[in-house]
């Protein structure tokens, strides 16, 4: 079993920010892409921005480029998301996501965490 918990949510006034942070933990061997997706009310799931396994190619949406920041910690299995500058549209769950491969496995599973809520007041 594979789990991915968040951490980090909260709330905070717009312009300030906050540290997302995810933790998968279980059975892995691998972990190739990870990265943070957002829901806001009334709205569709979005990708916020992810990054491959040695880092060498990120993604980020639109809304979020130069403000927020991906990064991870191969050896924790960790992947944070620092967010700056925030704005009350950035008010969402936010959840992690990873391509996990099992000890003993051969096809990459698509882990999804619970969420964390992020609200940025006006």
């Known amino acids: 079993q594979v789990q991915l918990v968040e951490s980090g949510g909260g709330l905070v006034q717009a312009g300030g920010s906050l540290r997302l942070s995810c933790a998968a933990s279980?059975?892995?061997?691998?972990?190739?892409?990870m990265g943070w997706y957002r829901q806001a009310p009334g709205k569709q799931r979005e990708l916020v921005a992810t990054?491959?396994?040695?880092?060498?190619?990120?993604n980020y949406a639109n809304s979020v480029k130069g403000r927020f920041t991906i990064s991870r910690d191969n050896a924790k299995n960790t992947v944070y998301l620092q967010m700056n500058s925030l704005k009350p549209e950035d008010t969402a769950v936010y959840s992690c996501?990873?391509?996990?491969?099992?000890?003993?496995?051969?096809?990459?599973?698509?882990?999804w965490g619970q969420g964390t809520l992020v609200t940025v007041s006006s």
């Open positions: 279980g059975s892995i061997f691998k972990i190739n892409r």
């Open positions: 996501n990873a391509e996990v491969l099992k000890f003993g496995a051969v096809v990459y599973l698509d882990v």
């Open positions: 990054i491959t396994s040695g880092g060498a190619i990120i």
